[in-house]
């Protein structure tokens, strides 16, 4: 153990921690010194998704030090911010300690003057956002670690528009969290007279806001008995999702009641992902038994939607984020020039990651159609710096996660719920399928199709070779994957577009992250990103072809697979 880990150790042991603090440390210290090293062997940071890691001591877990050292340093950058009266909400999942942690953080902001809402029980993590725009609050914190395992949670940090933290303010605060050199310098109490309790009356002004995103209400009235299956997979979206559905005016919803009650421990699956086919697998049971239209099931803390339709064959399939987000955006941009809401500054948004398909089809419906990096924060930027000269109407990223309107800055999956089912019963009424959709999208516009593999690298060592992976990529990128030159590479690091053909290099606008993108002459496109919350590499394959008529689906289908294949076997990444 080297002499940072062993000092942070020490200061651990000999400093203000309770009892049991200290004996787990010194149980880890006889039993299972390496586990002890990785509790210790640097802090939690900020990412992607905010501050993210397994529940336990140390300073690379989630407790209640970390927890009120990470909230001590944001209050202190929220008063050098801001001069007038500071206000913050604070949310929570369903995980364990969630409940403690979101305590724990109203304690330490109240005790250093600073007014806080907080929710009274368990709420999504969308309503957060919307909380913090609706009270004028000057941020926020959820605490939640979204879709990952039970011995996770984490802590999302919100600026004022309702959204999480971007440059400077998320180095901003770590930086104030990193001058902390003690849990002595905390204020953990003190100031309880200004936290403030609030319920459904937020609850209700975010019910009214999510009513008014339907397009065509008409279309619900007339399948309002459209059979719909839902899973809030033990988490937030049982407290709105059914009432929502509820309130568009759906009348024939199935909660999963074995995932309808809220429990950290997650008892009916490995992980809370609706990206996960095992996650999903009581609600298909159900669809099926029920021959459902369609089937949907939202994450912990509900930002996240998976769904489930039937094929061409009648067969329950799970969609992948790729094709919901292609459709819920050809939904929104066609509907609403069906309607005759589409304005002339009408934008999208995704990320560089998501189907280019959007970029097609919003091109050929006059609609801009931006690209931002992971993360949802960087979509809430834009949103703010067009705001009064162009019309966000919708944004979304592969990793299942959706956004309507601008009311809340951060994914929602209440209100992606919402909207898909209306979008559900629009093809209905006209005798179509969702899967018949999305065809009829491919027919028209071409035929996408991505994939997705993540390699878990757990620890100090798995930190290390994700790095040494895009090093390698990096330093000596390959000239053909698969039997196809690499035309062009995207290297979001270096902020540089390079063609390799004529050696021409374009810079990127966008701010620096750790992406490598490879373009095929075919025009596939392999994407590599080491997660911001997880001990993982993901690698983003899409590939794509004219598709004639919906009759030649499933030989294209097969054609495009195999080509995912192929450049999987080339890449040596199975």
């Not at 203000?16 to 939690?44: G, H």
């Not at 909400?89 to 007014?115: C, L, P, Q, T, Y």
């Not at 803390?301 to 998976?306: H, K, Q």
Request: a negative charge.
């Amino acid at each position: 153990m080297d002499n940072v880990i062993e000092s942070k150790v020490s200061q651990w042991l000999n400093g203000q921690f309770d009892a049991e603090t200290v004996s787990a440390i010194k149980k880890l210290q006889q039993e299972n010194p390496d586990e002890l090293a990785d509790a210790f062997y640097r802090n939690l940071e900020f990412g992607t998704g905010g501050l993210r890691g397994i529940m336990g001591v140390g300073t690379n877990r989630m407790n209640k030090y970390t927890v009120g050292m990470a909230t001590q340093g944001f209050a202190n950058y929220l008063k050098q911010a801001f001069t007038d009266e500071i206000s913050i909400a604070i949310a929570h999942d369903s995980r364990n300690n969630s409940r403690f942690f979101a305590e724990v953080a109203a304690n330490v902001m109240a005790a250093n003057g600073i007014k806080v809402y907080l929710f009274e029980s368990l709420r999504p993590t969308p309503e957060l956002s919307f909380t913090i725009r609706h009270l004028k609050c000057k941020g926020g914190i959820v605490l939640t670690a979204s879709h990952n395992p039970k011995e996770y949670n984490g802590y999302k940090a919100y600026w004022n528009d309702g959204a999480q933290l971007i440059p400077p303010h998320d180095k901003n605060v770590i930086r104030e969290v990193e001058k902390i050199a003690s849990v002595d310098e905390v204020k953990w109490s003190g100031g309880e007279a200004n936290i403030h309790p609030i319920s459904t009356e937020i609850d209700e002004a975010y019910l009214q806001m999510l009513k008014g995103l339907s397009i065509q209400p008409e279309a619900i009235a007339a399948q309002k008995d459209l059979k719909i299956v839902y899973t809030p997979i033990h988490g937030t979206g049982i407290t709105l999702v059914p009432e929502t559905l509820k309130r568009f005016g759906f009348t024939n919803v199935h909660v999963v009641e074995e995932q309808a009650t809220p429990n950290g421990n997650f008892p009916t699956v490995v992980y809370p992902n609706p990206e996960e086919s095992e996650a999903m697998s009581i609600g298909l049971k159900k669809a099926k038994e029920l021959d459902a239209a369609i089937l949907l099931g939202t994450d912990p803390d509900s930002d996240r939607v998976g769904i489930a339709v039937k094929d061409l064959k009648g067969e329950w399939i799970l969609l992948n984020g790729n094709q919901t987000a292609v459709l819920l955006f050809n939904y929104i941009i066609e509907g609403r020039r069906a309607k005759g809401l589409a304005g002339a500054t009408d934008y999208v948004c995704k990320t560089v990651v998501t189907s280019d398909l959007i970029d097609v089809f919003a091109a050929k419906n006059n609609v801009n159609c931006y690209n931002v990096l992971t993360g949802f924060k960087w979509i809430a930027e834009l949103i703010r710096a067009k705001e009064g000269k162009e019309q966000f109407i919708c944004g979304g990223e592969e990793s299942y996660g959706y956004m309507i309107g601008d009311n809340v800055r951060d994914k929602d999956a209440i209100a992606s719920v919402a909207l898909i089912c209306e979008m559900a019963a629009v093809a209905a009424g006209h005798g179509r399928s969702l899967y018949q959709q999305l065809i009829d999208i491919y027919v028209k516009y071409g035929y996408y199709k991505e994939s997705l593999i993540s390699i878990t690298k757990k620890g100090m060592k798995g930190a290390d070779e994700i790095a040494d992976m895009m090093k390698g990529y990096r330093e000596n990128p390959p000239a053909t994957i698969a039997g196809v030159p690499v035309v062009t590479t995207y290297d979001y690091q270096l902020q540089q577009v390079k063609n390799l053909k004529t050696g021409e290099v374009t810079p990127i606008t966008l701010p620096k992250s750790n992406v490598l993108q490879f373009v095929l002459e075919d025009g596939s496109k392999i994407s590599a990103r080491p997660s911001g919350t997880e001990p993982k590499i993901k690698f983003y394959f899409s590939v794509n072809q004219p598709l004639e008529n919906a009759a030649g689906f499933e030989a294209a289908t097969q054609a495009l697979d195999a080509k995912i294949q192929q450049i999987i076997q080339d890449m040596k990444l199975k």
